[in-house]
C-alpha cells in the first residue's frame, strides 16, 4: 500500500491522475524484475523512462543534473551539463549491469533509427544503484534481453513501486526499498502543468527514518539493520516550460525531499538527479528557437511558478520514497541475505501519531 492508503499526505498541492511521474502527459515507464538463483542468485532489474513517444535521439528535450554526494554514476551526465539536452530514455539498473545497460540502449536507439550513428553518437543515460547485498554481483550482469523487454513494455499508467525493476535489490532505511514514485499539478498564471518524480531508492539508516516530520526510525527502536547503503537516483519530469538551467535547479531541489525522510547523503551513499522537460521537443536539424518559459530570479512572490515547482519536487521527492519503503516487500538474496519489508502491522501505532 502507498502512503495515501494509510490516510496521510504529503505537503499541499494536488497530485496527479495516478500519482506517477506518467502523469506527465507523454512519460512512458518500462520495469523488468529479475530473479534467479542458479548459476548464481540474481536479484536485480531495469526500470526506464522514456522523455515521449518519439525517438529521443533524434528529438532532444531540455535536461539539467544535479549531484548531492558523489559515489555512483550517471552515464551522459557530462554531455546533458554542457547542452543542457536529453536525447537517450534513461535507464536504471544495479551497479553490476551499468555495462550491459549501456550496450542495450545503443542497440536499441539503432535499431530505431539506422541512421542515429549519421548525424552524431548516441550517449545514453544509465544510472545505478548498488543492489550487491542481494544479488551475486560477482556473476554477470542482466543480458541486454532484459533491457529489451523494459523498453518494449513501456507504458503510460499507473508504475509498479517497491521491491521491483531496479529496484529489486534495494534498501532503504535498513529496510526493502525500491522504486518509488509520485506527481504533483500545478496551477500558473499561464495554464496547468504537472511534475512528476521517480525515484530508486537504496539508501539511509534505520534511526534516520522520518516520515513527515516524526523520526518514526528511531521511535521503533533498533530491530538490526541490514543491507549495504548504495545511492539514490532520481527523475524529474515535467510539462512546464523550464530552460536547462532551470531544471538543474529542479534536480537540486530532490537532495531536500530526501532530507526530508531523513537522509543525510551518507558517505559511501551516491544521490543523483536529472530533471527534464517535455514542453519543447528540439529536431537534430532545429537551427534557431523561439520558446516561451518560465521566468526564475524574481526576487519576491510567493506565488512565483518557479517556487510552486520547487514546492512540487521537494512534496514528490518525499513521498516517492516513502511511497518505496511502504510498497516493498520482504526479499532473500544471495548468501541468505534478507532485507524485511517495513513492518507496518507491527508499528502502526507509531504511524499514527504522525
Not at 173 to 195: D, M, N, P
Not at 222 to 239: F, K, L
Not at 336 to 351: I, K, M, S
Amino acid at each position: 500500500m502507498r502512503l495515501r492508503d494509510y490516510g496521510f499526505a504529503v505537503g499541499y498541492l494536488p497530485t496527479g491522475r495516478h500519482n506517477a511521474i506518467t502523469d506527465v502527459p507523454g512519460i512512458k515507464v518500462g520495469q523488468v524484475t529479475v530473479v534467479m538463483n542458479e548459476p548464481t542468485v540474481i536479484r536485480s532489474g531495469v526500470t526506464v523512462i522514456f522523455p515521449h513517444s518519439g525517438n529521443p535521439a533524434w528529438e532532444r528535450v531540455y535536461a539539467g543534473t544535479d549531484v548531492l554526494n558523489g559515489y555512483g554514476v550517471m552515464t551522459g551526465r557530462a554531455a546533458i551539463d554542457e547542452w543542457g539536452l536529453l536525447g537517450s530514455p534513461i535507464v536504471l539498473t544495479g551497479t553490476r549491469s551499468v555495462g550491459s545497460g549501456y550496450e542495450a540502449t545503443m542497440q536499441y536507439l539503432t535499431q530505431m533509427d539506422p541512421g542515429v550513428a549519421d548525424f552524431d553518437i548516441a550517449i545514453p543515460v544509465v544510472a545505478e544503484c548498488d543492489d550487491g547485498y542481494l544479488n551475486d554481483n560477482r556473476g554477470a550482469a542482466l543480458p541486454t534481453s532484459a533491457f529489451f523487454d523494459a523498453f518494449n513494455g513501456a507504458c503510460e499508467g499507473p508504475v509498479a513501486e517497491g521491491s521491483v525493476g531496479a529496484g529489486t535489490g534495494m534498501q532503504l532505511f535498513g529496510y526493502k526499498g525500491g522504486i518509488g514514485t509520485a506527481s504533483r499539478r500545478i496551477v500558473g498564471e499561464s495554464g496547468q502543468f504537472t511534475l512528476g518524480v521517480l525515484v530508486n531508492t537504496n539508501f539511509g539508516r534505520q534511526h534516520q527514518l522520518i516520515v513527515r516530520g516524526h523520526p518514526v526510525g528511531l521511535g521503533i527502536g533498533q530491530t538490526g539493520e541490514r543491507g549495504q547503503e548504495g545511492s539514490c537516483i532520481g527523475v524529474v519530469a515535467t510539462d512546464a516550460p523550464l530552460l536547462p538551467h532551470q531544471l538543474k535547479r529542479l534536480a537540486k531541489r530532490m537532495g531536500l525531499g530526501l532530507a526530508r525522510t531523513g537522509s543525510v547523503a551518507n558517505d559511501s551513499s551516491g544521490e543523483l538527479f536529472l530533471a527534464f522537460g517535455t514542453a519543447t521537443r528540439i529536431a537534430r536539424d532545429t537551427r534557431t528557437m523561439d520558446v516561451p518559459y518560465v521566468v526564475d530570479g524574481q526576487m519576491s512572490g510567493h506565488e512565483i511558478l518557479i517556487n510552486r515547482l520547487f514546492d512540487a519536487t521537494v512534496e514528490a521527492t518525499e513521498e516517492a520514497v516513502l511511497n518505496a519503503l511502504f510498497e516493498a516487500k520482504s526479499v532473500v538474496g544471495r548468501d541468505g541475505n534478507h532485507l524485511d519489508a517495513f513492518p507496518l502491522d507491527r508499528y502502526g501505532h507509531v504511524l499514527k501519531t504522525v
